[in-house]
């Protein structure tokens, strides 16, 4: 199922443009994407209706938002945290509702990414201009999803073409060096869709780090790259290419499939490696058989590939390449009006290929599930619980559970609790001579209360949860290797809003967080790189053919340590947007972020872009 070949990703990129207008694609019935979340039950559900937080990112706002990465398009959002090693293409690590960064399960088109031997998503590598939606469920999932959902579950859907036959081309340039282009097409009729894109991108980037070693001392921090030795820009360069397609066979049977690959380049700073060359690839099909109205049964199936070439200079020095290959059988049954029973099974292999000698290269986890859904008038419920077998820890079961209640018309008040899993890595069970491979998943169990606000024009949402996570991963000194040490307790609110005032379109969040260590030598200290205070507004308008916007977002003081010795300011940035219709089917876009050249850091000795600016150029007609 792998796309890795010795063609470079743009010569496949040409081949199959003037390939794929020969697919046929099945329709989807058409739904409002604002208004419909799939993560959160492995259902269509309205977003409205969900028990559980959510956000959804649609592709109207991410091209308005003139974002230029994932984490970008994230940032500041209710419940996240961001952290990032230099630049565009660095190292980011996500923090959901104070979870660790390894504690959010994320899926691109339904199937799960990530590297077997961090334990990390590479949110850098995942190319912002082919996605079409994005939906942040906030809290523990694992009753439906398995392993790593305790913080919440991210699901990236790449472009999907409803209308007629529609080319786009893009080129756009700005601040340090940075140019890039992307072309590509798609369409769809009574029985299908189909659509192509390919991306490419470059930057020179900034100096990544400031932190340096010393040979006299042996102090060192952040890169710990000998002084002057690397004073220089890092760069990143990126090839993207997406292919999808569909068909309705009749009326009971559909099939779909997608794939998505990205080739990165990444400079950094580091005496031991300062280049990789990365490869974030997702492949998948799905198979769907509906004989009634009440029945609805789905086979779906993919592949993961992240893997990264190591380098000093032009020497080699080390790859790592996980695949992570998966599949999933199932139905949803209606049983009454309103009344919705969902069975699954679902099957998981990680692989590890790699310079370094593992222990093991290989483990399968075995699950099967089950959820309840029901409205009953203005109350409704859910249930759902999961076994998962795994090779390495045996058997673990999840739980969940939700009611809802709108009242007095336009309020709504939910609440739930849900417990949930993460299973150890390869680094932590495998790695030779600083592993543990009698290490247990890390558990927890989320309590969470909301109360809505669904106006005409306006929609407000807070949301408080209590998590408690037991058997967390952590460096044992005294064995010299990883081991089931530590407790640690989160809690917070979120509020989001999003209104239409006067012709403004206005998003935003506002996020508190308690984070505490419970155990150890840390005890009662906050826990790493979690900003108690966290917010973001989003604020939209159309003047005709011409449209400004501005986001501004910001994060409260944190420590960057577990020991809270290195303390992180606050910071908070100012982005500008416009953009001109130029005639229907082209539009000139121009952003300037961070606006006052503000100096932060969101990881100890590792800079953060200055003020920037970019212009782009889209030509897309309508269909």
């Known amino acids: 199922m792998s796309l890795r070949c010795s063609a470079p990703i ?23 994407l604002d208004e419909v979340v799939v993560t959160a039950n492995r259902t269509a559900v309205s977003v409205n209706d969900a028990l559980t937080p959510v956000e959804v990112i649609d592709a109207e706002a991410i091209r308005r938002s003139q974002a230029r990465s994932l984490p970008e ?18 190292l980011t690590t996500l923090f ?29 590598d995942l190319p912002v201009e082919m996605i079409d939606r994005v939906e942040i469920v906030r809290g523990p999932r694992a009753s439906l999803y398995g392993s790593d959902a305790i913080g919440g579950v991210i699901q990236v859907f790449t472009r999907r073409d409803r209308g007629g036959f529609v080319p786009r081309v893009r080129v756009e340039g700005g601040s340090n060096d940075s140019f890039g282009y992307g072309m590509g097409f798609g369409g769809a009729n009574e029985r299908a869709w189909y659509g192509a894109d390919y991306q490419h991108s470059r930057t020179s980037g900034i100096n990544a780090c400031n932190g340096y070693f010393d040979p006299d001392t042996f102090d060192g921090a952040g890169c710990f790259i000998l002084p002057d030795s690397q004073p220089d820009r890092d760069g990143y360069t990126k090839d993207a290419l997406s292919l999808r397609g569909g068909v309705t066979i ?43 109205e009440r029945v609805d049964l789905h086979l779906t199936a993919g592949r993961n590939v992240d893997a990264s070439d190591n380098f000093l200079g032009d020497a080699f020095v080390d790859f790592f390449s996980t695949d992570r290959d998966s599949a999933t059988l199932q139905g949803d049954f209606g049983l009454a009006s309103g009344q919705l029973l969902t069975l699954g099974l679902d099957w998981l292999r990680d692989s590890v290929d790699a310079t370094t000698q593992y222990d093991e290269t290989e483990r399968a986890n075995k699950a099967a599930f089950v959820q309840y859904q029901g409205h009953f008038g203005a109350q409704s419920l859910e249930a759902s619980v999961r076994r998962d077998d795994n090779d390495q820890f045996g058997g673990h079961t999840t739980g969940s559970g939700a009611w809802g209640l709108t009242f007095a018309e336009h309020w709504r008040v939910r609440a739930g609790v849900g417990t949930a899993f993460k299973a150890p890595t390869f680094n932590e069970l495998y790695f030779p001579f600083f592993s543990n491979p009698d290490l247990d998943p890390e558990e927890s169990e989320t309590w969470e209360l909301g109360l809505a606000w669904l106006g005409d024009g306006i929609t407000v949402n807070l949301d408080t949860f209590t998590t408690d996570v037991d058997d967390l991963i952590a460096f044992d000194a005294s064995q010299n290797r990883p081991n089931n040490v530590d407790s640690a307790r989160m809690r917070g609110a979120e509020l989001g809003v999003q209104a239409t005032v006067e012709q403004w379109d206005i998003a935003g969040s506002v996020s508190w967080l308690d984070t505490e260590n419970r155990s150890g030598v840390f005890e009662g200290n906050e826990l790493a790189r979690r900003a108690r205070n966290s917010g973001r507004i989003d604020i939209d308008r159309a ?39 130029l005639t229907p089917a082209l539009t000139l876009q121009g952003r300037v972020s961070n606006v006052f050249d503000r100096e932060y850091e969101t990881v100890s000795f590792y800079n953060q872009p200055g003020r920037e600016w970019w212009l782009t150029l889209r030509y897309a007609p309508a269909d």
């Not at 743009?10 to 409002?32: E, G, I, K, R």
């Not at 979870?99 to 998503?121: C, K, N, Q, Y």
């Not at 990165?264 to 009634?292: C, H, M």
């Not at 409260?556 to 001109?580: K, M, Q, S």
Request: hydrophobic letters at 35%.
């Open 10 to 32: 743009h010569a496949l990129a040409l081949a199959c443009s003037l390939a794929l207008p020969s697919l046929v694609h099945a329709q989807a019935p058409a739904t409002d």
């Open 73 to 90: 398009l994230l940032q500041g959002r209710a419940g996240i945290s961001m952290s990032n090693q230099g630049g565009q293409g660095k």
């Open 96 to 124: 959901l509702r104070g979870a660790e960064s390894d504690h959010v399960l994320v899926l691109v088109d339904g199937i799960r990414i990530g590297s077997s031997t961090s334990g990390l998503a590479s949110f850098q």
């Open 250 to 292: 009749n009326e009971q049977w559909t099939l779909e499939g997608h794939a998505l690959r990205n080739e990165g380049d990444n400079e950094y700073d580091g005496d031991f490696a300062d280049r990789s060359e990365t490869v974030q690839q997702v492949i998948g099909g799905k198979l769907r058989w509906r004989p009634s």
């Open 543 to 581: 003047f005709g053919d011409f449209r400004v916007g501005v986001t501004a977002s910001g994060e409260g003081p944190r420590f960057d340590d577990v020991a809270n010795t290195r303390r992180l300011a606050g910071y908070g940035t100012l982005d500008l947007r416009a953009e001109y219709a």
